[in-house]
């Protein structure tokens, strides 16, 4: 599996399945502290997920109710995995869709995008039918809305150190605490965020 995750650095131009970080002096307020997960990243552009945006105000069941999927009174029967599902405000590009990241334990023929061995990306309503029917995936986030660039644009913002990338890990995508994951990605980097905020102040 190691051979397969592209080191960060230049060796490798595109960055499906990796994490990145913003950096302390990031200009665009909407990413201010963002860790975002590329689900798609080529010569034409690059999409992803912030992943430590949750929706104020709204839970999973709450959405399936919103989307009629799940009728108000089959609530209390939902599995605990799907009350504790979080959702995540995943960027401001059409924030009124939704995007399931999930473990590959689930599938939809042409649908699912399977983005590396752990995580894949299901952006049809089919996904949130099963989730509320107890047939879903294990593991899963959905976020309103992502993150998106144009061609060539990703790669300008990391030169100019706007970003810093790491390989992802389903642990910091499915299991951690939103407000936690920016410090998490920031380690996984191998940098002390208390050191960074002193040094961003020298700047």
């Excluded at 992943?51 to 109710?65: F, K």
């Excluded at 599995?79 to 990241?101: A, C």
Aim: hydrophobic residues 45%; contains cysteine.
């Amino acid at each position: 599996m190691g051979s397969q995750i592209p080191s960060y650095g230049t060796e490798t131009p595109y960055l499906d399945g990796q994490l990145i970080v913003a950096m302390p002096g990031m200009v665009d307020e909407r990413f201010a502290r963002a860790v975002i997960y590329i689900c798609a990243h080529s010569a034409e552009g690059a999409m992803g997920i912030i992943l430590n945006r949750p929706a104020a105000h709204l839970n999973m069941p709450d959405l399936l109710v919103q989307l009629e999927i799940l009728p108000e009174v089959e609530r209390i029967r939902l599995p605990q995995r799907v009350e504790n599902m979080q959702v995540l405000m995943g960027g401001p590009v059409e924030t009124s869709r939704g995007f399931v990241l999930h473990s590959p334990d689930f599938h939809i023929a042409q649908s699912t995008l399977p983005i590396d061995d752990s995580i894949c990306l299901t952006a049809t309503i089919d996904i949130l039918r099963a989730i509320a029917a107890g047939r879903g995936p294990q593991n899963a986030v959905l976020a309103l809305g992502y993150a998106g660039w144009g061609a060539g644009q990703l790669e300008m913002e990391l030169q100019a150190n706007g970003w810093l990338n790491t390989p992802a890990d389903a642990e910091l995508v499915f299991n951690t605490a939103a407000d936690l994951r920016y410090e998490m990605a920031l380690r996984k980097i191998g940098i002390e965020p208390a050191m960074l905020s002193m040094e961003a102040g020298h700047a």
